[in-house]
């Protein structure tokens, strides 16, 4: 059975730092794109990074370089380092994998290109 389960998250300030941790265990997902989205209240799922197997970064545009994606194939985990926190990036935080390179065909930033996704993570920021 194929799990992702985040963890990290918390209860932080404006300008703090976190990060967060993705353990998928089930199957190997080097060869896989891996991606984190979050939800804040209120507000639609939104895609935040995505890291594919060769390692290659891509992220939102709102995030202005403050996140860094990334992925160790060996653990089969994935992290997103976040910096200089803001309010607005208040959320619940889910790990994505795509196994069958739906992202390839349709991109990175669609939700149902993943096939698997955690239970999430929630992060709060507090001004």
């Known amino acids: 059975q194929v799990r992702l389960i985040e963890s990290g998250g918390g209860l932080v300030q404006a300008g703090d730092s976190l990060r967060l941790s993705c353990a998928a265990s089930g199957r190997t997902f080097s060869s896989d794109t891996m991606a984190w989205f979050r939800r804040a209240p209120g507000k639609e799922r939104e895609f935040v990074a995505a890291?594919?197997?060769?390692?290659?970064?891509y992220y939102t545009d709102s995030i202005e370089d403050r996140f860094t994606i990334s992925r160790d194939s060996a653990r089969n985990t994935a992290s997103l380092q976040m910096s200089n926190l803001k309010p607005e990036d208040t959320a619940i935080y889910y790990c994505?994998?795509?196994?069958?390179?739906?992202?390839?065909?349709?991109?990175?930033?669609?939700?149902?290109?993943?096939?698997?996704w955690g239970q999430g993570t929630r992060v709060t920021v507090s001004p």
């Open positions: 890291v594919y197997y060769r390692e290659n970064t």
């Open positions: 994505a994998v795509d196994v069958d390179r739906t992202t390839h065909r349709i991109g990175l930033r669609i939700a149902r290109a993943y096939d698997y």
